[in-house]
């Protein structure tokens, strides 16, 4: 039975539900909403990083380029490829793509 | 192949998954899986592909592309190849035969966009896959997907356009066969060609150097490519637009993403290229009809996502 999660992304103040198999960036597509830029959907271009301001998350694999340990540590990550396992508070990275 | 350069020959791909990456190379777009590597490497090629292997796939955590090459006539003009190089002031380094197993030796540079390339002569010739060599059938039973027939070209984004076409045209006998001028007179997108297809390798100015926009595999009807996409829906693949025609080659074609965010193209059509053919100049201020020839507007992700 999986879990259902609302993530705000505190700077358009926008909120959808995600599922805790379902990527943010994937419910956040899904659910009609545009407060994280889309780009490959793969973990691989950078475009949709975004800084977890609050929550417990899960993160597949994602390019080394885009997001190093300290970044990921940092909840700096991206989000076609992060899950949520609470609630979660986003916004967009500070640099926007590093 | 004034200079000896005959076609591409592979492209070598970083994906953050290998699982992944084989359930969308050879299930989705229908390349075959012709040999794995002790380095982790999986080899691949289009079944119309003579030559053993168009594609490797690496896994890596960092997802783009590592190098792409071009196969020349034989080894005597490889080693010509090599010293115009090292003459245009390219560092030039030697790869052993079988460092890719079925490859012979190859030579690795760097373009002035960032990206490295490779020059071989020989490779193993496993023939067409599936048909006889000998009065051969018209297709193989038994192909995947898309059934993608060949790797065919790779568009990458990078700086110094002026720079990379001397050494193309000069050194490697490529043909600018389409560009895109911006109002100063500035080439900001350039496709080289080193036959008679539209392009097998292109490169549209950039800030960042070294990235990768697509590989692109052909296919061969219109019919084909609105197969592929029902397929990209069939299995929830990301796609990044299509199917439309380019107004720059006017193929007919289809976008969409690898599952570590490479941006493949699957296409069919398009002009063709004779050497004594001026190029085909297409202005920035249509910029958007140059590259969805119907949408005649641009999505910003098609200009900045790139890996």
Avoid at chain 1, 13 to 20: L, N, V, W
Wanted: glycine fraction near 10%; charge should be negative; aromatic fraction near 8%.
């Amino acid at each position: 039975m999986s879990q259902s999660f609302r993530i705000t992304e505190t700077r358009s103040g926008k909120s959808f539900a995600c599922s805790d198999e379902q990527s943010v960036l994937a419910a956040m597509e899904q659910q009609h909403q545009r407060c994280v830029p889309v780009g490959c959907r793969g973990g691989g271009c950078g475009l949709c990083k975004v800084q977890v301001v609050s929550g417990e998350f899960d993160c597949g694999r994602m390019s080394s380029r885009h997001v190093n340990a300290i970044d990921r540590e940092q909840g700096l990550v991206l989000a076609c490829r992060l899950f949520p396992r609470s609630d979660l508070a986003i916004q967009p990275a500070p640099s926007g793509r590093s | 192949m004034k200079k000896g350069v005959m076609r591409p020959g592979h492209i070598q791909l970083r994906v953050l998954d290998m699982a992944k990456a084989l359930e969308h190379y050879v299930e989705l777009l229908g390349l075959i899986e012709v040999d794995r590597d002790d380095k982790g490497r999986v080899y691949l090629k289009g079944w119309t592909e003579v030559d053993k292997f168009s594609v490797v796939l690496r896994e890596a955590d960092e997802a783009g592309m590592d190098f792409m090459a071009f196969k020349v006539l034989d080894d005597a003009t490889l080693g010509r190849l090599s010293e115009d190089l090292v003459a245009f002031g390219c560092m030039v380094e030697s790869i052993p035969a079988g460092e890719l197993k079925g490859c012979g030796r190859r030579i690795r540079f760097s373009a002035p966009t960032g990206h490295r390339f490779e020059l071989f002569a020989e490779k193993e010739q496993t023939g067409k896959w599936g048909i006889a060599e000998i009065n051969p059938e018209a297709w193989p039973r038994g192909l995947k997907g898309m059934k993608a027939t060949r790797f065919d070209h790779a568009l990458l984004y990078g700086g110094n356009l002026d720079e990379t076409l001397r050494l193309f045209s000069e050194v490697l006998g490529f043909d600018l066969a389409e560009q895109v001028i911006d109002p100063e007179g500035k080439r900001v997108a350039q496709f080289l060609t080193v036959g008679m297809k539209a392009h097998d390798v292109a490169f549209i100015l950039h800030a960042e150097q070294g990235k990768l926009h697509h590989a692109s595999f052909f296919l061969e009807t219109w019919d084909d490519v609105l197969r592929a996409a029902d397929l990209i829906s069939m299995t929830d693949t990301s796609i990044d637009i299509g199917p439309t025609r380019h107004g720059l080659t006017h193929g007919k074609t289809i976008y969409f993403f690898d599952p570590s965010g490479n941006r493949n193209e699957v296409f069919c059509g398009g002009d063709y290229h004779y050497p004594d053919h001026p190029p085909v100049t297409w202005t920035a201020d249509q910029l958007g009809k140059a590259i969805f020839y119907h949408d005649r507007e641009l999505n910003e992700r098609f200009l900045t996502v790139l890996t």
